[in-house]
C-alpha cells in the first residue's frame, strides 16, 4: 500500500487543491511544494526498504486488487530497480520544479494541479504491473501536459502543444490494440508477469507487436526519426513543463523498452536491434549536429536530449550487462543534468527574456553562482569524469563495444564521436553566454541567484556530484533487473540459435574476462551479469 | 385470440410508466401553469427515473408476448441508458427553453412518448414490432427537432428529417416484407428459416439500410449535420444519445438473428457491416476535422462513434467474442449517452441567441463561442474538458474504457484490421476534440462575448455527467459487470 500511497498522493493534493481559493497564489504554492516533499519523503522509504538482493522478489511493494474483473483488468503495481530509481527520480524533480515554478503569475492554481497530477500519472507509469493500467497512467500524462504547454507556453505554443499530443496519442493507440492482442494470446490476462510467461504467439506475430510497442516508446523517447515533437514541445513548454518532459517523460519511453518491449517480446526485440541500435546512433549524431547549429538555448538544449537519448538506447539495444546498467543510469542522469539545464535556461530566461544566445555574452561576472551552476551542469551532461555523466556515457559505450550485435564496435565507435560534439556544443554554448565582454548593456544588471533559486539547484548540483563519485547506491537497486533481462535476451538468443544453427551468439559480452576485468567504474563491476555472458 | 399473460404486461412497466408521465406532463400543461414550468423538468426525470429503475429491478423474462417482445437484461440496459439520457437531456433543456421563452409541457411529453419508443424498441425480437417502436421514437423526434419551428434552420432541420425518416422507414418495411417472404415470419428468432436465399439476404440489406440512417452510418449519414446543427440543441442532445442507443439495440439484435442463421447469409452481412463500419469511422472523423461549429463538429462526432458501435455489431458474428462485442456496445452506448448530452449542453449554455426567432447568427456555435472559457467559466471549460476527452478516448474517461471493450472484442474476433483502423482513427479525433480545449484554454476571449447561461438545473445536469464520466472512467466495473450479464443472455 506504500506504493499506492505514493502514486496517488499527489492526485489527492490536486483533489484538495481544487477546493482552495484561487484567488491566493501563495496557499497554492505552497500546498504544492508541501505535497511533493511528502511524497518525496514517503518514497524514501520505499528506497529504503527495497531489497536488491539477487534472491529478492523482482517486484516489490506490489498491490495486486481487482478493477475491472468483468475485463480481466486489475490494479497491480509493484517495482522492480529500475522502476524504483526512475520513481524517485520523479518524486525527487517534482518538488525542485514546484519551488522553481513560484515564478509563474498566471492560473496558479490550475498550474499547481496540472503539475501534481502529472506527479501521480508519472510515478503510476512506472508503477503499473498492469498493461491497461500502465496504459492509463501512460496516456493520462499527455492530458496535464498538453495544457502545462499549451496554456502556460510561450509564443508558439498552441502549434507545439497539439504537435506533441497528436503525435505522442497517435504512436500510442497502435500499443492499445497491441495490449489487447497480448491479452487474447496469454491466457486471458493483462498482467504484465502473466503476459510476461504465458505469452505464446508466432514470430510473425511478436514482430508486429514489439513494433506496436517499440512506436509508441520510441516516440516518446524520442528515437530519430520520431523525435519532430520534440524541439517544439521543449522550446514552448514554460520551465517546468520542460524540466518533466526531458526530465521523466522522454525515461518512460526508455523504460517502456526496458520493462515491455525487450523482456515481453525478446525474439522480436533481438531482430529489430540492430535497426534500433542504428537508429539511436544516428540520433546521437544528428542531435548533436542539430545542437551546433541552434541560435535558441531552449532548442539547444532539447536537441541535446535527442542525443542522450540516443546513448540510452544505444545502451539499451547492446543487451550487455553494461549497456544496459549505463543505459538506466543515463536515463537518471539526464533526468538531473538536463532538467537542471533547463531550470537553468528559465532562470536566464525570467532576467532577459530572451532564450537567444546571441543575447548573451560575457555575463559571468555578473550572476558568478549561476554561471557556476551551469558550468558544472555542463560538465555533467558532457560526461566529464567526477560526474554522473561519465559513469553513463562509459558504462553505455563500454557496454556496447564489448556486446556482440553485429558491428557493434562500428556503432560505439560512431556514438563515441557523441560525445565529443556535446563537449564542443555545450563548451561552446558556456562560452557564448557566460565568457567574452558584455555586448548588450542590458546584461550588466542582471541579478544573480536568489535564495529561492539557489534551493532549486543546489539538489541538482548535489546529485551530479554524489551520482558522479558514488554511483553504487543508484546502481544496485538496477542490477537484479538488469540481470534478468539479460538472462531473458540470452534464451531468447538461444532459441533463435536452436531454430538457425549457423546464427552467432548476439547476447552478452564478446569476451567476459575483458569485460570484468576492464577499468570501468565500481559500477560496471557491480553490474556484471550472473552468467557472464559466456553461453 | 389469445389472452396476454399479466407477467408479459409487468415486462412493459418502464414503457408504461414512460407514457404516464407523458401524459401526466401534458396534463401540467393543461392544468397547471401560471408561467413556472421549473418544475416540469424535474417531474421528467422523476418519471426516468421510475422507468429506468423498473426496467433494471423489475422481472426479466426472455420472451413476452409470443415472442414479439423480450425483457432481458439487454434491453433493461438500454431503456437504463436512453432514460439516463432523456433525464439529462430534461435538465439540460429546461434552462435552453426558458431562455428562448418556448418551454411548454409538450416539450417533455414529446419527449417521454419518444423514450417509450426508444424504450420499446430495445425489448423488440420482431421486426414489425421494431418498425412500430420505430415510428413512435422517430414522431416525437421529429416534432421535437421542429420545437423552434419559427426559425429557418430548425424548420430546415425538421423538414429534413422528416424525409429522409420517413425513407428510412420505407426501406426498413420493405426489407421486413422481403424477410417475411424468404422465411415466413417476422420475429428476429426465425430469421434463420429463411436459409441464404437472395430475397433474405436481400431483406436484411434493407432492414440494415433503414437501421444505417437512424444510426446515422456512412453513406446514411448526409442528413446528420444539417438536422444536428439546425434541430434545438437539448433536442440533438436527446437524438444523438437516445435515437443511437435505441437504434443499436435493434440493429444488434437484427443482426445476432441474422448470424444464427446460414453461413453464406452472415458473410453477406457481416462482410457489408464490416464496410460500413471502416466507411463511418473514416469519413465520420475525416468531415469533423474541418468544422468551424462546434454543434457540427459534435454531428460528424457522432457518425463516427456510430462507426465504432458498427465495429461491436460486426465483431458479434463471431461467435467467440459476441458477448465482448455486445457488452462493449452497452458500454460505449451509455459512456456516450452521458459525454455527448454533456457536451451538447455546454454547447447549448454558450451558444449565441438571435433577438428573434427568425434571427438565427451564423456563427451561432461556432469554436469562438467556447474562446477564453477557462477564464470566464472556469468549472463549465473544465466539464466540457472532461466531455471531449471522453469522447476522443483519452483514459481516464468513460469513452477510454468504451473504446477499450469494443476494440478488446474485435481483437478477440481476430479482426485486426478493423481495431487497427478505429484506432487510428480515434486518434484522429482526438485533433478536433482538443481543438475545443485549445480554444476554451488557450486563446483569449473574444471581446463582447456573453458569459453564457448556466442555471442551477444545468449545473445539476452537467455535474451528473461529469460525474458519470469519471465513475465510468475509473471505476467502470459494476457497468461494465452489468453490461456483462446482460450480453450473457444474447449470447
New interface residues.
Given amino acids: 500500500m506504500l506504493l499506492s500511497l505514493v502514486v496517488f498522493l499527489p492526485l489527492l493534493g490536486a483533489l484538495v487543491a481544487a477546493f482552495l481559493p484561487g484567488s491566493e497564489p501563495g496557499q497554492h504554492r505552497g500546498w504544492a511544494l508541501f505535497v511533493s516533499l511528502l511524497t518525496f519523503a514517503i518514497s524514501l522509504a520505499l528506497w529504503a526498504g527495497f531489497d536488491a538482493g539477487a534472491a529478492a522478489p523482482e517486484f516489490q511493494f506490489e498491490t495486486k486488487l481487482p478493477w475491472i474483473a468483468s475485463a480481466g483488468i486489475g490494479y497491480h503495481v509493484g517495482l522492480d530497480g529500475v522502476a524504483l530509481l526512475l520513481v524517485m527520480l520523479t518524486t525527487a524533480l517534482t518538488p525542485i520544479v514546484i519551488l522553481s515554478a513560484f515564478t509563474v503569475g498566471d492560473r496558479v492554481k490550475e498550474f499547481m494541479i496540472a503539475l501534481l497530477v502529472l506527479e501521480t500519472a508519472m510515478i503510476g507509469t512506472f508503477a503499473a504491473l498492469d498493461l491497461v493500467l500502465f496504459y492509463v497512467f501512460w496516456e493520462g500524462i499527455l492530458i496535464p501536459m498538453y495544457l502545462l504547454i499549451g496554456v502556460w507556453g510561450s509564443q508558439n505554443r498552441l502549434y507545439a502543444t497539439v504537435k506533441f499530443f497528436i503525435y505522442t496519442f497517435a504512436a500510442s493507440v497502435l500499443m492499445l490494440v497491441g495490449i489487447i492482442y497480448v491479452f487474447m494470446h496469454d491466457g486471458g490476462s493483462f498482467d504484465y508477469l502473466a503476459a510476461r510467461s504465458a505469452l505464446r504467439v508466432s514470430s510473425e506475430a511478436q514482430g508486429w507487436l514489439f513494433l506496436a510497442f517499440a512506436l509508441a516508446f520510441a516516440v516518446k523517447v524520442p528515437m530519430f526519426p520520431l523525435h519532430t515533437w520534440l524541439p517544439d514541445a521543449h522550446t514552448e513548454a514554460p520551465t517546468a513543463g520542460s524540466v518533466i518532459l526531458a526530465g521523466v517523460l522522454l525515461k518512460m519511453g526508455t523504460f517502456g523498452f526496458f520493462r515491455y518491449a525487450m523482456p515481453l517480446f525478446p525474439d522480436a526485440a533481438l531482430r529489430f536491434r540492430p535497426a534500433l541500435a542504428v537508429l539511436a546512433v544516428v540520433g546521437i549524431v544528428y542531435g548533436a549536429l542539430m545542437c551546433l547549429v541552434q541560435q535558441d538555448m531552449k532548442r539547444l538544449v532539447a536537441y541535446s536530449s535527442v542525443s542522450h537519448l540516443g546513448f540510452v538506447m544505444l545502451g539499451l539495444m547492446a543487451v550487455t550487462a553494461e549497456g544496459l546498467t549505463g543505459g538506466v543510469y543515463q536515463m537518471l542522469n539526464h533526468g538531473v543534468s538536463t532538467g537542471a539545464l533547463f531550470l537553468l535556461v528559465g532562470m536566464l530566461y525570467e532576467r532577459r527574456h530572451t532564450r537567444l544566445i546571441s543575447e548573451y555574452g560575457g555575463i559571468a561576472k555578473q550572476v558568478p553562482w549561476l554561471a557556476t551552476a551551469f558550468v558544472v551542469v555542463t560538465l555533467s551532461s558532457i560526461g566529464l569524469p567526477g560526474t554522473n555523466g561519465f559513469v553513463g556515457e562509459f558504462l553505455i559505450l563500454a557496454g556496447t563495444w564489448l556486446g556482440r550485435m553485429p558491428r557493434t564496435q562500428i556503432l560505439a565507435a560512431v556514438g563515441a564521436t557523441g560525445v565529443i560534439l556535446g563537449a564542443v556544443y555545450m563548451l561552446w554554448l558556456v562560452e557564448r553566454v557566460f565568457f567574452g565582454t558584455i555586448r548588450k548593456e542590458e546584461n550588466r544588471l542582471l541579478p544573480d541567484l536568489s535564495l529561492r533559486e539557489s534551493l532549486v539547484l543546489a539538489p541538482m548540483v548535489l546529485a551530479i556530484v554524489v551520482m558522479g563519485l558514488a554511483p553504487q547506491p543508484f546502481l544496485a537497486p538496477a542490477k537484479p533487473a538488469v540481470d534478468r533481462l539479460v538472462v531473458r535476451m540470452q534464451e531468447a538468443d538461444r532459441r533463435l540459435r536452436a531454430r538457425d544453427p549457423s546464427r552467432p551468439p548476439t547476447v552478452g559480452t564478446e569476451v567476459p574476462a575483458l569485460a570484468s576485468g576492464s577499468q570501468a567504474p565500481a559500477g560496471a563491476l557491480a553490474a556484471r551479469p550472473p552468467a557472464g555472458g559466456n553461453d | 385470440m389469445p389472452t396476454v399473460p399479466p407477467a408479459d404486461l409487468l415486462a412493459l412497466a418502464p414503457v408504461a410508466i414512460l407514457v404516464l408521465g407523458g401524459i401526466a406532463l401534458m396534463l401540467t400543461e393543461a392544468f397547471l401553469t401560471s408561467g413556472r414550468r421549473r418544475y416540469q423538468a424535474a417531474l421528467t426525470v422523476v418519471f426516468a427515473a421510475a422507468a429506468g429503475a423498473a426496467a433494471l429491478l423489475g422481472p426479466h423474462p426472455a420472451r413476452i408476448f409470443g415472442g414479439q417482445g423480450t425483457a432481458d437484461a439487454f434491453s433493461a440496459f438500454v431503456t437504463a441508458t436512453v432514460c439516463l439520457g432523456l433525464a439529462l437531456a430534461a435538465l439540460v433543456g429546461a434552462p435552453w427553453l426558458e431562455a428562448r421563452d418556448a418551454e411548454r409541457g409538450e416539450f417533455y411529453a414529446l419527449a417521454l412518448f419518444g423514450t417509450s419508443g426508444m424504450a420499446l424498441l430495445g425489448m423488440a425480437a420482431d421486426l414489425l414490432v421494431a418498425f412500430i417502436s420505430i415510428e413512435v421514437m422517430s414522431l416525437s423526434t421529429y416534432a421535437l427537432a421542429a420545437w423552434m419551428r419559427r426559425g429557418r434552420k430548425p424548420a430546415e432541420a425538421a423538414f429534413k428529417y422528416f424525409i429522409l425518416g420517413a425513407f428510412s422507414s420505407a426501406l426498413f418495411l420493405y426489407g421486413t416484407s422481403l424477410v417475411y417472404g424468404a422465411s415466413g415470419s417476422t420475429l428476429l428468432s426465425d430469421i434463420g428459416k429463411g436459409g441464404s436465399t437472395a430475397l433474405l439476404v436481400a431483406g436484411l440489406v434493407l432492414v440494415a439500410a433503414g437501421l444505417a440512417f437512424k444510426v446515422a452510418a456512412v453513406p446514411f449519414h448526409v442528413w446528420t449535420p444539417d438536422v444536428y446543427e439546425g434541430a434545438p440543441t437539448p433536442v440533438t442532445a436527446f437524438m444523438a444519445a437516445g435515437v443511437k442507443a435505441a437504434a443499436f439495440a435493434v440493429l444488434a439484435r437484427t443482426a445476432l438473428a441474422a448470424f444464427s442463421g446460414a453461413p453464406a447469409t452472415i458473410g453477406w452481412l457481416a462482410g457489408l457491416l464490416a464496410i460500413l463500419a471502416v466507411a463511418t469511422m473514416l469519413v465520420g472523423n475525416l468531415l469533423a476535422v474541418p468544422q468551424r461549429s462546434v454543434k457540427r463538429m459534435l454531428a460528424y462526432s457522432s457518425i463516427a462513434h456510430a462507426g465504432y458501435l458498427l465495429l461491436g455489431v460486426v465483431v458479434a458474428a463471431d461467435r467467440g467474442a459476441r458477448q465482448e462485442a455486445l457488452?462493449g456496445i452497452l458500454f460505449y452506448l451509455a459512456s456516450y449517452t452521458v459525454s455527448a448530452i454533456g457536451a451538447f449542453a455546454v454547447v447549448g449554455a454558450l451558444e449565441r441567441q438571435g433577438r428573434t426567432p427568425a434571427d438565427e447568427p451564423d456563427d451561432a456555435c461556432d469554436v469562438d463561442r467556447l474562446g477564453g472559457l477557462?477564464k470566464r467559466r472556469?468549472l463549465l471549460a473544465f466539464a466540457m474538458l472532461v466531455f471531449m476527452?471522453s469522447l476522443a478516448g483519452?483514459?481516464?474517461t468513460a469513452g477510454?474504457?468504451a473504446k477499450?471493450?469494443i476494440?478488446?472484442a474485435a481483437?478477440?474476433a481476430a479482426q485486426?484490421g478493423l481495431?487497427?483502423v478505429g484506432?487510428?482513427t480515434?486518434?484522429l479525433g482526438?485533433?478536433y476534440y482538443?481543438?475545443v480545449?485549445?480554444f476554451m484554454?488557450?486563446?483569449p476571449a473574444a471581446e463582447d462575448e456573453p458569459a453564457g447561461v448556466v442555471s442551477p438545473v444545468l449545473s445539476v445536469a452537467l455535474a451528473a455527467a461529469v460525474v458519470a464520466v469519471v465513475v465510468l472512467g475509473v471505476g467502470?466495473?459494476p457497468v461494465?459487470?452489468l453490461a456483462?450479464s446482460a450480453a450473457a443472455l444474447l449470447r
Fill in positions: 457488452s477557462a472556469p476527452l483519452v483514459p481516464p477510454f474504457v477499450l471493450l476494440f478488446k481483437v478477440g485486426y481495431a487497427i484506432m487510428l480515434s486518434a482526438a485533433y482538443l481543438r480545449v485549445v484554454y488557450m486563446r467502470p466495473e461494465a459487470g456483462r
